[in-house]
C-alpha cells in the first residue's frame, strides 16, 4: 500500500498508446515480493491513455501524467522532477517484470553500491516464436558481440532504459535525458565520463516484449544503426570495431553473393556455415525447432539492418558531413 515513507526506488515509465503493455508492466509490478518502489507513469501525449490502467492497482505506489507529446526522453525527464526515491529505475512500457527483481536489486546493491546500474532482458514463455527469434538475434554472442548485457561482451556494459537505474546524485551532477536516438547510451557515456561507477546486475533481468513483426524489426535495427553514427560524432572515441561489424558483414555479404553468382558457388559457403551456427545456437539455447528456423532472418535482418543505417549515417554525416551539426541537434532536442 502506499505510504509517506519515501522508496528507495522511483520507476520511471513513458508510455505512447500502448495500454495492453501497462496493463501487463502493472500487473508484474503489482507481483513484486519487495515493495520499496514507487512507480511514476508519464503519459506522453497518448490518444489512447492508461491512467485508469495506473489507477486500478491500489497496491502500487503508483501515479499517473498526462502531458503533451515531446518524445520518450522528455517524458523520462519529466518523471525525474516529481520521483522521490533515492535510486531511479527505468523500464519501457513492453516490459514483464520478474517478482523478484526489486528484492534482487535491493540486495545487490547493498552488496555492492553503484552509482548507475542495468540488467539484461529476456524472452518471457509468453512471447509469440517471432519474438523470441528477435530476442535471441539481439541478445547472442553471433549476432550482437554480447553487447545488451550477456555474460560475453566486446565491449564495456552500457545499460539501456529497458532495465536500468541510476542514483540522484547521478541525476543531480549529469541531468536527464537528451531527446535524440540511442538517448540511453549516451546518458550511460555521459554518466561514465563523470567518473560514476556503473555495473551489470546480471540477475535482475526483465522480460522484453520485442516487435511482433521482422518489418517493424527491420525499422527498428535500422535506426540504431544510424544512431552510432551520432554517438560517434558526440564522443569520438566511443566507437568500437563491434559497432563497425554489422557494416563489415553487409559489405562482405554482398560482395560474397556477386561472387558466389558469377565466379563460384563455393563463395557462398562462409555465409551457409555462419547461418547454420545461428541455426544450431539458438536451437540450442531456446530448445525450439520453429524458434530456431526464425531466428535465421531475424539475424539476417539484425545485421543488415543495423548494419545498412550505420553506413548510410557515416556515408551522410561523416564523408560528406550532410545534415545539421550533431551538437546543434542535440540542443534543439534535449530535454533539460
Known amino acids: 500500500m502506499p505510504t509517506d515513507t519515501t522508496p528507495r526506488f522511483s520507476v520511471i515509465v513513458p508510455v505512447y498508446n500502448r495500454i495492453d503493455e501497462v496493463r501487463d508492466l502493472m500487473d508484474s509490478l503489482s507481483a513484486q515480493t519487495l515493495k520499496n518502489f514507487e512507480v511514476i507513469i508519464v503519459e506522453d501525449g497518448s490518444t489512447d491513455p492508461c491512467g485508469d490502467i495506473v489507477k486500478s492497482y491500489p497496491d502500487v505506489d503508483a501515479s499517473y501524467y498526462y502531458k503533451e507529446n515531446e518524445g520518450r526522453s522528455i517524458a523520462r525527464n519529466y518523471g525525474l522532477d516529481r520521483a522521490r526515491g533515492e535510486y531511479f529505475v527505468f523500464f519501457d512500457s513492453d516490459c514483464v517484470i520478474p517478482p523478484d527483481y526489486f528484492k534482487i536489486l535491493t540486495g545487490a546493491l547493498d552488496e555492492n553500491p553503484l552509482d548507475c546500474f542495468g540488467g539484461p532482458d529476456a524472452a518471457h514463455e509468453s512471447f509469440s516464436s517471432t519474438q523470441k527469434a528477435i530476442n535471441y538475434s539481439m541478445t547472442s554472442f553471433l549476432t550482437t558481440g554480447g553487447i545488451r548485457g550477456g555474460k560475453v561482451s566486446l565491449e564495456k556494459f552500457v545499460p539501456r532504459t529497458f532495465n536500468m537505474g541510476y542514483s540522484r546524485r547521478v541525476y543531480e551532477t549529469v541531468g536527464g535525458f537528451r531527446e535524440m536516438f540511442s538517448e540511453d547510451i549516451d ?19 526483465v522480460y522484453h516484449k520485442r516487435r511482433v513483426d521482422f518489418a517493424k524489426f527491420l525499422r527498428q535495427v535500422y535506426v540504431f544503426g544510424m544512431s552510432r553514427i551520432t554517438l560517434k560524432l558526440l ?17 562482405l555479404g554482398i560482395a560474397l553473393i556477386l561472387l558466389g553468382i558469377f565466379v563460384s558457388p563455393w563463395f557462398l559457403l562462409p555465409i551457409g556455415i555462419y547461418l547454420m551456427a545461428i541455426f544450431v545456437s539458438a536451437w540450442i539455447s531456446t530448445r525450439s525447432l520453429l524458434i530456431a528456423l526464425k531466428a535465421v532472418p531475424a539475424s539476417i535482418i539484425q545485421i543488415g539492418g543495423y548494419g545498412c543505417g550505420f553506413i548510410k549515417a557515416y556515408l551522410t554525416k561523416i564523408v560528406f558531413g550532410r545534415g545539421r551539426d550533431i551538437n546543434e541537434e542535440i540542443e534543439m532536442r534535449k530535454g533539460k
Open 235 to 251: 564522443y569520438p572515441d566511443s566507437l568500437k570495431i563491434v559497432h563497425a561489424l554489422p557494416a563489415v558483414a553487409v559489405i
Open 187 to 205: 546518458m550511460s557515456t555521459r554518466i561514465r565520463q563523470a567518473g560514476f561507477t556503473i555495473g551489470l546486475i546480471h540477475p535482475a533481468h
